[in-house]
């Protein structure tokens, strides 16, 4: 009877080094979250939506006593990981927290960016991160414009990277850029050896991509971390900012990375969230191409899954179930 008790003890009480995944959240990027939209365009002509356009999530639960991670783990819906992989023990919680929130902003502000390129918008590049001891910092600040390198002008989050790619360091740099509604400067700059040991000259910025436009788009949603929503705010966007219902009023889910460029990178978890996103009432489920083989063996039943690899597919695809034709599938 001690054995038996003790055993009960241990398993109701006693912490395993594993979390569960499992279904998330799934919130609709057309509608609201309590009284407030989730996205809101203020500035510039919108137009009716209908339907749904759902972003999904997956659940990670920590703190498991041995009981608690086998009964989530028998219940077939959810899946044990190590916790090491989703809280490392050289970080604190509050500092994942903070990177997830990071990359959740991030995965915002570039699907403004993919969602305005897309529908033909100008984009500006800014000066993201600088390294701290790098030649342009203090020279440049996060948020300057930069206008050309070398005489080249900047277009694109990539024109930095393609203007040094065969520099050496002691090459010179001369970046043309303009901070807030200042006059532009230029500053000369020696290029240093790369931290990484990599050939080329190394400059210390990284140029990031946003709208230019005299309007503005706010997405409100709290507690919400990781990029996978990106596909589906920039969808979201192109609905508002475009006459007609680009789901032609159906429930629409999905997921997935976006650049500024409209490219759709893989994610994780896509079983979990195909499984939320069926039972919240979703009948089409937009899958990125690199997700296609896991998404089409663990598909929930009566779930069209649609491969989409860009914005542009994305959109089309919409199109195609709108007219009643096949889109795409995995």
Request: proline content about 8%; aromatic content about 6%.
């Amino acid at each position: 009877m001690l054995l038996v008790v003790a055993f009960g003890l241990l398993g109701a009480f006693v912490r395993v080094p594993f979390v569960a995944l499992g279904p998330g959240p799934t919130y609709d990027t057309l509608g609201t979250e309590g009284d407030t939209p989730v996205i809101r365009i203020e500035g510039r002509q919108t137009y009716p939506t209908a339907g749904h356009l759902n972003m999904t999530t997956v659940s990670v639960t920590d703190q498991l006593s041995l009981f608690g991670a086998l009964g989530l783990w028998v219940s077939g819906r959810y899946a044990l990981a190590p916790r090491e992989v989703y809280f490392p023990p050289d970080k604190s919680e509050q500092q994942i927290e903070q990177e997830n929130t990071a990359a959740f902003n991030d995965s915002q502000t570039t699907a403004e960016t993919a969602a305005l390129r897309y529908l033909g918008y100008p984009t500006k590049v800014l000066a993201g991160e600088i390294v701290k001891g790098s030649p342009i910092d203090g020279l440049v600040a996060p948020g300057d414009r930069l206008i050309s390198a070398n005489g080249v002008p900047v277009t694109n989050s990539m024109t930095l990277r393609e203007v040094f790619a065969n520099s050496r360091p002691g090459d010179r740099a001369e970046i043309r850029f303009q901070h807030a509604e200042e006059p532009e400067r230029v500053v000369d700059v020696q290029l240093a050896p790369h931290p990484k040991g990599e050939p080329q000259g190394f400059l210390g910025v990284a140029a990031t991509e946003r709208p230019d436009v005299p309007f503005g788009i706010e997405i409100s949603l709290a507690d919400v971390g990781g990029p996978s929503a990106g596909l589906m705010f920039s969808l979201a966007i192109v609905d508002k900012l475009t006459p007609g219902e680009l789901n032609g009023g159906q429930f629409v889910a999905g997921t997935g990375e976006i650049d500024p460029e409209g490219r759709v990178g893989p994610i994780g978890g896509i079983p979990f969230k195909m499984v939320k996103a069926r039972e919240a009432g979703a009948t089409t489920f937009l899958v990125p191409a690199d997700n296609c083989a896991e998404a089409k063996a663990q598909a929930p039943d009566d779930l069209r899954l649609v491969r989409v690899g860009t914005l542009d597919e994305a959109t089309k695809a919409l199109e195609a179930i709108k007219a009643g034709q096949t889109p795409p599938s995995c």
